[in-house]
C-alpha cells in the first residue's frame, strides 16, 4: 500500500465552484502534513500546512482526520489561477516526506 | 535572496552513461533532499542530508545512485550506467531544519536516457 494516496482527477470546475481533494496516509503515527501546489512543468510549493485543529487561508481551507487517516483540502470561490496539480505530503519517519501523485485541477471560465 | 538552484536544467543521454546532476541549496539551510518525478508519478524521495550527518539514503532506488554533499552545501547526485527508466525530473530542496519546515524547491534537471 502506497503511503500517501490521492485522486489523481482530473477535476473540471467553472470558476466561482468549491471543490474538496481528500489524500489518505497509511502511517498512523505520522506527525505533521502539507499540501503543496505543483503547476505544469514547475516545481512543488508549499501551500499550506495542515494543523490538527484545521486551518484556513482565504479561499483555502485544510483538515486533519487522524481517526480515519485522511487530510483534505477545500477550495472556495475557485480561480482560472487555482488550475494547477495539489501534492498530498505526509511526514514519515526519519523526516522523510511522502508525496502523493497529485490530484489535478482546471477551473474552466 | 537566492532561491535553489539545479543544473543541467536538462540533460539527454545514452543508456549506460554515467551523469551527474547538481544542486546549489539556499544559503544557511542545513537540510537537502533529492526527489525523483517520473511521468504521470508523484515525488519520490531518494536521499536526505542533514548537516553533519551520516545521509538517508533509504530512497536511493538501486545501487548506480549515490548522492554527496560537500562542505554541507552543494551536492551532487550520481546516476551510474542510466537506464530508461532512470528518465525523470530530478528535483532538490533544501530547508532550514528538519522536514517539517518548509520544503524550497529547485527548478528540477529533466533527465531523458535514450
Known amino acids: 500500500r502506497k503511503e500517501v494516496e490521492q485522486d489523481p482527477g482530473p477535476f473540471n470546475v467553472p470558476e466561482g465552484a468549491t471543490v474538496a481533494f481528500n489524500c489518505t496516509y497509511s502511517?498512523?503515527?505520522?506527525?505533521?502534513f502539507f499540501w503543496y501546489r505543483q503547476d505544469c512543468r514547475k516545481e512543488p510549493k508549499l501551500l499550506m500546512s495542515?494543523?490538527?485543529s484545521g486551518n484556513e487561508d482565504g479561499r483555502f481551507t485544510a483538515q486533519l482526520n487522524r481517526a480515519s487517516q485522511y487530510i483534505s483540502l477545500l477550495i472556495r470561490d475557485s480561480k482560472l489561477s487555482d488550475s494547477a496539480t495539489y501534492l498530498c505530503v505526509v511526514m514519515g519517519g526519519a523526516n522523510n516526506l511522502f508525496f502523493g501523485t497529485g490530484t489535478r485541477l482546471t477551473v474552466i471560465p | 535572496g537566492a532561491g535553489v538552484s539545479q543544473s543541467p536544467s536538462n540533460k539527454v543521454t545514452e543508456k549506460g552513461k554515467d551523469v551527474e546532476l547538481r544542486c546549489d541549496p539556499i544559503s544557511g539551510h542545513t537540510a537537502l533532499y533529492w526527489y525523483r518525478q517520473s511521468l504521470g508519478q508523484g515525488l519520490e524521495f531518494l536521499i536526505y542530508f542533514q548537516g553533519n550527518s551520516a545521509p538517508d539514503k533509504s530512497g536511493l532506488p538501486s545501487d548506480r545512485f549515490s548522492a554527496e554533499r560537500t562542505g554541507g552545501s552543494v551536492s551532487t547526485l550520481t546516476i551510474q550506467r542510466t537506464q530508461q527508466e532512470d528518465s525523470a525530473v530530478y528535483l532538490c530542496?533544501?530547508?532550514?531544519?528538519?522536514?517539517?519546515?518548509?520544503?524550497?524547491f529547485g527548478p528540477g534537471t529533466r533527465l531523458l536516457v535514450l
Open positions: 530542496a533544501s530547508s532550514g531544519g528538519g522536514a517539517w519546515e518548509t520544503q524550497y
Open positions: 502511517n498512523s503515527a505520522s506527525q505533521s
Open positions: 495542515v494543523y490538527s
